[in-house]
């Protein structure tokens, strides 16, 4: 059975950092991909950022390039969103998805595996 767990949300102020994690199971991180999504309150969702590491693709949004990094680590089945100079409009839940077929972008309709999501709320 697949399945995603996120963690490492919580309240920080502007300018602040935290650590997200995605721990996996049910599958392999071989060819698979890895996405971070988020959506805020009244908005649609919004991908963040992927990871291949079988075929080293890793993509970011506009809104977050240069400030997140995304990282996996195959020997523990958990995949990370770096967050650094953390804004307002960061506020979101941020939700971690699996597309098995390893050929997804940061369109959230390629993604067949979800999970339950993170709060990241901002404070100016």
């Known amino acids: 059975e697949v399945q995603l767990v996120e963690s490492g949300g919580g309240l920080v102020q502007a300018g602040g950092s935290l650590r997200l994690s995605c721990a996996t199971s049910?599958?392999?991180?071989?060819?698979?991909?890895v996405g971070w999504f988020r959506q805020a309150p009244g908005k649609e969702r919004e991908g963040v950022s992927c990871i291949n590491d079988s075929e080293g693709d890793i993509q970011y949004s506009d809104s977050v390039k240069g400030r997140f990094t995304i990282t996996s680590d195959s020997a523990k089945n958990t995949v990370f969103l770096e967050m650094n100079g953390l804004k307002p409009e960061d506020t979101a839940v941020y939700y971690c998805?699996?597309?098995?077929?390893?050929?997804?972008?940061?369109?959230?309709?390629?993604?067949?595996?979800w999970g339950q999501g993170t709060q990241v709320t901002v404070s100016s």
């Open positions: 998805a699996a597309d098995l077929t390893g050929v997804a972008d940061l369109e959230g309709w390629e993604y067949d595996y």
């Open positions: 049910g599958f392999t991180f071989d060819d698979v991909t």
